[in-house]
């Protein structure tokens, strides 16, 4: 089954402990984004990966990190959250071009006090 | 830059009614335009994928137009159910890349039996 794992799925933390949250994917896409889902505000990209290696700023990636050692794997890391930071967030997939369905994990959902 | 308004942001309707959800985009130069579903806990699901060159796709009950000149797409659900409850997104490809997507803030349907 096609898929896209996140997790944890809920996390609660508090400012400026470094976190993890993994995604992996096993439809051996090349292309994965994360995302941040906030009220009023939808959906916004905060990083994005063309391949392994390959990553590059979305529209909020400021407190955020990302790495694509592994074509699968592509964990956001925060490495001193803060407040402004809680929210829900969606990691994706696709494979490469124009016409592709986008799949998404079950979401993260993440509170920082 | 692209923007994706989709109204009404919040809609109910009793069982049975054929319905319309609304999405309008400022950038018509797109590849593709995606309707997602989403519920609470369970991440995001791609309804239909519409390509630029397509008017009109259709899964079952649902089915979306696409309007590039005019900037406009449209879901319709027929013969609505208490489980076609949840919030649809609508999305178009960002202008850093086909694959990456700009979101509406979605609208939230309400099914009433």
């Known amino acids: 089954e096609a898929q896209v794992t996140q997790n944890p799925r809920y996390l609660i933390t508090v400012t400026g402990k470094k976190l993890t949250v993994t995604c992996s994917q096993n439809?051996?896409?090349?292309?994965m984004s994360w995302y941040r889902q906030d009220p009023g505000l939808g959906l916004r990209q905060i990083y994005y990966?063309?391949?392994?290696?390959?990553?590059d700023k979305g529209d909020v990636p400021e407190g955020y990190k990302v790495s694509r050692k592994e074509k699968r794997n592509f964990p956001l890391i925060l490495e001193s959250p803060s407040p402004n930071q809680t929210s829900l967030y969606f990691c994706?997939?696709?494979?490469?071009?124009?016409?592709?369905?986008?799949?998404f994990g079950q979401g993260t959902r993440l509170t920082v006090v | 830059k692209q923007e994706v308004t989709q109204i009404p942001a919040a809609l109910s309707v009793p069982e049975g009614e054929n319905l319309v959800l609304n999405c309008s985009f400022t950038?018509?130069?797109?590849?593709?335009l995606q309707w997602f579903r989403q519920d609470p806990g369970k991440g995001l699901t791609s309804l239909l994928l519409?390509?630029?060159?397509?008017r009109e796709q259709t899964s079952g009950r649902l089915n979306a137009s696409l309007d590039k000149s005019s900037g406009r797409s449209t879901l319709y659900i027929a013969a609505s159910q208490p489980g076609d409850s949840a919030t649809y997104l609508c999305?178009?490809?960002?202008?850093?890349?086909?694959?990456?997507?700009?979101f509406g803030t979605g609208t939230r349907l309400t099914v009433i039996p």
């Open positions: 994706a997939s696709t494979s490469w071009g124009e016409y592709t369905e986008a799949f």
């Open positions: 519409i390509q630029s060159s397509q």
């Open positions: 439809m051996n896409h090349e292309y």
């Open positions: 950038d018509s130069a797109i590849y593709n």
């Open positions: 990966s063309m391949n392994v290696e390959v990553t």
């Open positions: 999305a178009v490809p960002h202008q850093t890349g086909a694959n990456n997507l700009f």
